[in-house]
T-cell receptor
Framework: GESVGLHLPTLSVQEGDNSIINCAYS??????FIWYKQESGKGPQFIID?????DKRQGQRVTVLLNKTVKHLSLQIAATQPGDSAVYFC?????????FGGGTRLMVKP | KAGVTQTPRYLIKTRGQQVTLSCSPI?????VSWYQQTPGQGLQFLFE???????NKGNFPGRFSGRQFSNSRSEMNVSTLELGDSALYLC??????????????FGQGTRLTVV
């Protein structure tokens, strides 16, 4: 079946640098995409979402880019902080079901 | 307002037993979805309930079942537990369901260990 995947399982960045986490999706019918952050021992926490009729959306220190032509989603975190260390999941929605990618672990070096 | 509450937080069961997990969604949310999270398989969708009806179901065996009550609280049940059922079970609530483009809020999960 179709699924959401991630290119990099682990990303290590220096504190203060920008981080980019990538995600590939394959279901062209997906109309809504979400990025979640999961810290150890906690459930996934909503970061930012984007609908398929948009190609960019900005939040506080985060930006999500959607490229429907190549079915690619990315999460950009500006001025990465130690508190950003976590596993990040992208999720796509088609119908009433969220399909999650495998997750990328972001490690922030002080 | 209060977030999504899952109980219990931790559970240890023996193979062959059954288990019931509970999820109280955010007040006003009518959609509750359940997910299984394991290191090997990641986050996998189990099922979604909306207004006491199962609206969507993932690819899990019939040993996994659920229900939703009139107050939107939901329970999931796993019968005849297997070692491979050990996982973090997550519940997510949203206003009308992810399909409508509304964000889903997750609880902290129930860590089930089957021995």
């Amino acid at each position: 079946g179709e699924s959401v995947g991630l290119h990099l399982p682990t990303l290590s960045v220096q504190e203060g640098d920008n981080s980019i986490i990538n995600c590939a999706y394959s279901n062209s019918a997906s109309d809504y995409f979400i990025w979640y952050k999961q810290e150890s021992g906690k459930g996934p926490q909503f970061i930012i979402d984007i609908r398929s009729n948009m190609d960019k959306r900005q939040g506080q220190r985060v930006t999500v880019l959607l490229n429907k032509t190549v079915k690619h989603l990315s999460l950009q975190i500006a001025a990465t902080q130690p508190g950003d260390s976590a596993v990040y999941f992208c999720a796509e929605n088609a119908g009433n079901m969220l399909t999650f990618g495998g997750g990328t672990r972001l490690m922030v070096k002080p | 307002k209060a977030g999504v509450t899952q109980t219990p937080r931790y559970l240890i069961k023996t193979r062959g037993q059954q288990v019931t997990l509970s999820c109280s969604p955010i007040s006003g949310h009518r959609s509750v979805s359940w997910y299984q999270q394991t290191p090997g398989q990641g986050l996998q969708f189990l099922f979604e309930y909306f207004s006491e009806t199962q609206r969507n179901k993932g690819n899990f065996p019939g040993r996994f079942s659920g229900r939703q009550f009139s107050n939107s609280r939901s329970e999931m049940n796993v019968s005849t537990l297997e070692l491979g059922d050990s996982a973090l079970y997550l519940c997510a609530s949203s206003l009308v369901g992810g399909g409508q483009g509304t964000e889903a809020f997750f609880g902290q999960g129930t860590r089930l260990t089957v021995v």
